[in-house]
T-cell receptor
Framework: DAGVIQSPRHEVTEMGQEVTLRCKPI?????LFWYRQTMMRGLELLIYFNNNVPIDDSGMPEDRFSAKMPNASFSTLKIQPSEPRDSAVYFCASRRDRRSPLHFGNGTRLTVT | DQQVKQNSPSLSVQEGRISILNCDYT??????FLWYKKYPAEGPTFLIS?????DKNEDGRFTVFLNKSAKHLSLHIVPSQPGDSAVYFC????????????FGKGTKLTVNP
C-alpha cells in the first residue's frame, strides 16, 4: 500500500498565479479530504468527497478555491488567483469508510510571494 | 469557535518519564476521539482512538483516557522515548452526525535524552 500520494511536495509561486495541488488516495478508500495547516488555525478542513462526490465545501475560504475528484484515484485542489495569505501546508487524506481513521499524505507546502 | 482545544502548545519531558497530553472538547455530540502524531515534513499518522462508550484504551506505551462529563481526554505515553518527539493532534467526530473529523491545534512534545 503506497499510502496517500500528494504532488508537488513544495510549490513556490507569485501572487496572482494559478496553483494546482494533486492527490492520489489509497485504493479502495471511499472518502477524500483536503485540509490546510497554518500556525494560526491549525488543521482546518476545506472540503471532502464521498465516492467522488463533494459533500461539504463549507471550509473552502473563497471562490478562488475549487476542488474536483474526477475519479476514485485522483483529486485536485486549485487556487486561482493565489494570494500570499494562501501560504500553508495543504494535506490530502483518505479513509475507507465513516468509521475508519484518516490516512494523510505528506502534504504540499505552498508559498505565495 | 474551536470545538477541540489543546491548550498546551508544547510539552517537554525526560526520556523514561510519563508524557501526558491533554485535550478538551465542547461538542457533546462527539462520540469518537482520535490522536494523531506528526513528524516534520510528514503528514499526521493515526496513533490511537477511543469510543465514547469507553473511558480507557491502551496500545503498548500509549493510553488514552476519556472523561465524558468533563469533556476531556488525555494521551499518556509511558515510558517516553526520544522518538516520540513530534506534534500530537487530538481529533473528534460524531459518527451519528457530521462525517467531518475536527482537529485541535496540536501539542509539540519534546522528549529529552
Amino acid at each position: 500500500d503506497a499510502g496517500v500520494i500528494q504532488s508537488p511536495r513544495h510549490e513556490v509561486t507569485e501572487m496572482g498565479q494559478e496553483v494546482t495541488l494533486r492527490c492520489k488516495p489509497i485504493s479502495g478508500h471511499d472518502y477524500l479530504f483536503w485540509y490546510r495547516q497554518t500556525m494560526m488555525r491549525g488543521l482546518e478542513l476545506l472540503i471532502y468527497f464521498n465516492n467522488n462526490v463533494p459533500i461539504d465545501d463549507s471550509g473552502m475560504p473563497e471562490d478562488r478555491f475549487s476542488a474536483k475528484m474526477p475519479n476514485a484515484s485522483f483529486s485536485t485542489l486549485k487556487i486561482q488567483p493565489s494570494e500570499p495569505r494562501d501560504s500553508a501546508v495543504y494535506f490530502c487524506a483518505s479513509r475507507r469508510d465513516r468509521r475508519s481513521p484518516l490516512h494523510f499524505g505528506n502534504g504540499t507546502r505552498l508559498t505565495v510571494t | 469557535d474551536q470545538q477541540v482545544k489543546q491548550n498546551s502548545p508544547s510539552l517537554s519531558v525526560q526520556e523514561g518519564r510519563i508524557s501526558i497530553l491533554n485535550c478538551d472538547y465542547t461538542n457533546s455530540m462527539f462520540d469518537y476521539f482520535l490522536w494523531y502524531k506528526k513528524y516534520p515534513a510528514e503528514g499526521p499518522t493515526f496513533l490511537i482512538s477511543i469510543s465514547s462508550i469507553k473511558d480507557k484504551n491502551e496500545d503498548g506505551r500509549f493510553t488514552v483516557f476519556l472523561n465524558k462529563s468533563a469533556k476531556h481526554l488525555s494521551l499518556h505515553i509511558v515510558p517516553s522515548q526520544p522518538g516520540d518527539s513530534a506534534v500530537y493532534f487530538c481529533a473528534a467526530i460524531s459518527w451519528g452526525g457530521s462525517e467531518k473529523l475536527v482537529f485541535g491545534k496540536g501539542t509539540k512534545l519534546t522528549v529529552n535524552p
